[in-house]
């Protein structure tokens, strides 16, 4: 079992930053892959960026080059640096995990999830 807890999310002005946390426990963080994916009110629920275990990474087009996932294996704790925010970034932001391999992640059949933070970014 890994239980994941997200934080670092909030309110921000377009154009600013924001960096979540999600902090893991449960399982030894460094054999673990995880992501990011947020939910925006009426859509579906998409992948933002995903890390291999080992720290290859991945990201959807719309934030590559503004957010950059991230892990300390030493602090069990996972990051997602979110950069040049806009209001199409609003959405409820989660962690997820897997034991396996970063497809599981990518593909949005994570084995484990946060229970997600919000991330609102005014105009």
């Known amino acids: 079992q890994v239980q994941l807890v997200e934080s670092g999310g909030g309110l921000v002005q377009a154009g600013g930053s924001l960096r979540l946390s999600c902090a893991a426990s449960?399982?030894?963080?460094?054999?673990?892959?995880m992501g990011w994916f947020r939910q925006a009110p009426g859509k579906e629920r998409e992948l933002v960026a995903a890390i291999s275990s080992r720290g290859s990474t991945a990201y959807a087009a719309s934030v590559k080059g503004r957010f950059i996932i991230s892990r300390d294996n030493a602090k069990n704790t996972g990051y997602l640096q979110m950069n040049s925010l806009t209001p199409e970034d609003t959405a409820v932001y989660y962690c997820?995990?897997?034991?396996?391999?970063?497809?599981?992640?990518?593909?949005?059949?994570?084995?484990?999830w946060g229970q997600g933070t919000q991330v609102t970014v005014s105009s």
């Open positions: 997820a995990a897997d034991p396996n391999n970063i497809a599981k992640v990518a593909t949005g059949k994570a084995d484990y």
């Open positions: 449960g399982r030894t963080f460094g054999s673990i892959a």
